[in-house]
């Protein structure tokens, strides 16, 4: 490898200025012949080979040799000055990487594109946070509010920003959270933030007194985006007891917006009302109600009927009825006194709630739906909820929607199980059954089949539960996508093989048994997530699951526990082929081991030089 020298001039400055070069010379190319062995080591001779070259700058700044190393351009061995010095802080961070997994986690994190750093920053931030490391915490926010203040693509700008005010108004930092709030410029994103800032609490916190400041941002969002505001904003400020400020926010004139986001308009204005009648403001909810009416009649008697029940539900049911009972069209009248009836039961009125329930005819649907509701309501008198159930039943066959006969099954079903009559809550779950295989929408059998499962699985019945699971899939791929949200269901009952099987039974088990180790960590169960982890064949996710747990092992079990499943983890990810998914894994993993506290001892190290030197460096 040739050494590129410039012609000497005379005197010792020139021979020590050659000299110095020739130095630097060796020292590039060693630290090259050390990068994949040592990373550690080549960072320590570039180092050196910078400083001999700034050597020759500051003290024999007169020489031709200085003038040409000054320049990044100018070459030594195969490389250029520039290049040589952009690998002192590449290296610098890789060997901090080599000690410690907190600098591996953000060595890591500047080796992925930079669209994607402030949010895995955020992630890591997010870990340390929930694991008391403070300091490290504030350290990694600080780069992505860094990256965010300095960067030039104002959409990745205005992301960081939302990403990082729902992070602080998460952990209750209200000051911070709208510190960065304020320096949003997108609109759609300025609500998003504030939305998440409301509903975090932000409001509550201060009894009713923030309520100037946040106020300030209504005018730069859209009508829609607003008044979904005042609905949250009312919602707190009422529940804290300060009217006043929340009567203030109903005065102003409503902005009515586009004629493509009416419907969504319409929508915000019923929740809005709906708050207002649930903290007993039924003259501000009718004020409301007329503002759908303005739009749309349908919506209005939608919403009167809301208001209705509500009204029943606190205590007042007369005024309910003589509500509903001016309703002009006899559809809504009916189902408002159907749903009205059974407020009453809850309120032990039950002779008034089977009054009204004669005022409906037995055509209507919801009447049907009030009776089995009434019936489950009813525990205490088995004669009169079981002649309820009897008057139903017939009806049920009548209903055209598969999905509302489907769902009526299951409410006779539920009876039946209050009341411990497991074969006839079965027969009842067999008749939901054949009604669900007649729904076509993809979202509602899913929800549906989640629901059957669910009573299978409560009647003691985990393999009719598991042969309804595995025949839905096979006709509703979607439907894998409710498996974790039955882990909790089945956990909680004892029924560890049926959730296993539930795994197994997807295209993506690995995955899927991944998802149930974390319903069992969050259970603060450890034994079976530990078995699950190393039964996982797929090798990205049996480490990210033997990252997964670490935390909980540490404080659950032991430190050493903890320790040999980090150093098991990392020997896993060695066996990873894909380099995006070993990077992934690695970036997990490493995270996880720093927010636990594991360090990088003598075992661990070698392994982490090992698969550092997979990745460009």
Not at 327 to 354: C, G, K, N, P
Request: charged share 30%; hydrophobic share 40%.
């Amino acid at each position: 490898m040739p050494v590129f020298l410039v012609q000497c001039g005379k005197g010792d400055a020139d021979r020590e200025a050659n000299r110095l070069f020739v130095e630097a010379y060796r020292l590039t190319e060693s630290g090259q012949q050390s990068e994949a062995r040592d990373p550690v080591e080549a960072y320590s001779y570039y180092r050196q080979a910078v400083e001999k070259i700034d050597n020759i700058i500051d003290n024999y700044p007169d020489t031709p040799l200085a003038v040409d190393v000054a320049q990044r351009r100018t070459r030594i061995g195969d490389i250029t000055i520039g290049q040589l010095r952009d690998k002192v802080p590449r290296f610098s961070a890789l060997a901090r990487a080599m000690d410690d997994f907190h600098e591996l986690t953000i060595y890591l994190i500047q080796l992925e594109d930079e669209q994607d750093r402030g949010l895995l920053h955020l992630s890591y931030a997010r870990l340390l946070y929930e694991h008391g490391q403070e300091e490290r915490h504030e350290e990694v926010v600080s780069k992505v509010l860094r990256q965010a203040d300095r960067h030039w693509d104002r959409e990745l700008i205005d992301r960081l920003y939302l990403e990082l005010s729902m992070h602080f108004s998460n952990i209750s930092r209200w000051e911070r959270s709208l510190e960065v709030l304020d320096r949003i410029q997108d609109q759609q994103l300025l609500y998003e933030a504030l939305y998440h800032l409301i509903a975090d609490g932000y409001m509550r916190a201060a009894d009713g007194g923030r309520l100037g400041r946040i106020t300030t941002y209504l005018d730069y969002v859209d009508p829609v985006s607003r008044l979904a505001l005042i609905d949250r904003i009312c919602d707190d400020l009422l529940a804290t007891g300060n009217r006043p400020q929340a009567v203030s926010l109903l005065q102003e004139d409503f902005h009515e917006p586009s004629e493509n986001r009416a419907l969504e308009y319409i929508d915000v204005l019923s929740r809005l009302s709906m708050t207002l009648a649930n903290h007993g403001e039924y003259d501000y909810s009718r004020i409301i109600i007329k503002q759908i009416e303005k739009i749309d009649s349908n919506y209005y008697d939608f919403a009167r009927r809301e208001l209705a029940t509500v009204i029943a539900r606190h205590g007042e049911p007369g005024a309910a009825v003589d509500m509903a009972g001016d309703f002009d069209r006899e559809y809504f009248r009916h189902t408002a006194f159907a749903a009205i009836a059974v407020e009453l039961v809850r309120q032990d009125s039950l002779s008034m709630a089977f009054s009204l329930m004669d005022r409906i005819p037995d055509t209507v649907t919801e009447k049907t739906q009030s009776l089995l509701e009434i019936a489950l309501l009813i525990e205490d008198n088995q004669e009169i909820s079981d002649s309820l159930l009897q008057v139903a039943l017939p009806r049920i066959s009548d209903i055209s929607s598969p999905l509302l006969r489907s769902n009526f099954q299951i409410s006779v079903a539920d009876v039946h199980i209050q009341r411990d009559r497991r074969s006839q809550a079965a027969e009842a779950m067999e008749q939901a059954e054949a009604y669900a295989s007649e729904v076509s929408d993809a979202e509602n059998i899913n929800q549906l089949i989640t629901t059957i499962i669910k009573r299978w699985v409560a009647l003691g019945r985990p393999d009719r539960a598991l042969d309804i699971a595995a025949w839905y899939r096979m006709d509703h791929p979607s439907f894998e996508r409710q498996i974790p949200g039955l882990y909790d269901y089945a956990i909680s009952r004892g029924f560890h093989d049926f959730a296993r099987t539930l795994a197994g039974m997807t295209d993506q088990r690995a995955y899927y048994r991944y998802m149930l180790i974390s319903a069992y960590l969050d259970r603060g169960l450890i034994s079976q997530p530990m078995e699950h982890a190393y039964e996982i064949r797929n090798y990205y996710w049996r480490t990210r699951a033997q990252a997964l747990l670490i935390a909980d092992l540490k404080n659950k079990v032991n430190l050493a526990t903890a320790e040999r499943v980090s150093t098991d983890a990392l020997l896993t990810m060695q066996r990873i082929r894909d380099r995006s998914d070993k990077q992934r894994a690695f970036f997990h993993a490493a995270s996880m081991m720093s927010a636990a506290g594991i360090s990088m001892d003598r075992e661990r190290r070698p392994i982490v030089i090992e698969l550092l030197g997979q990745f460009d460096i």
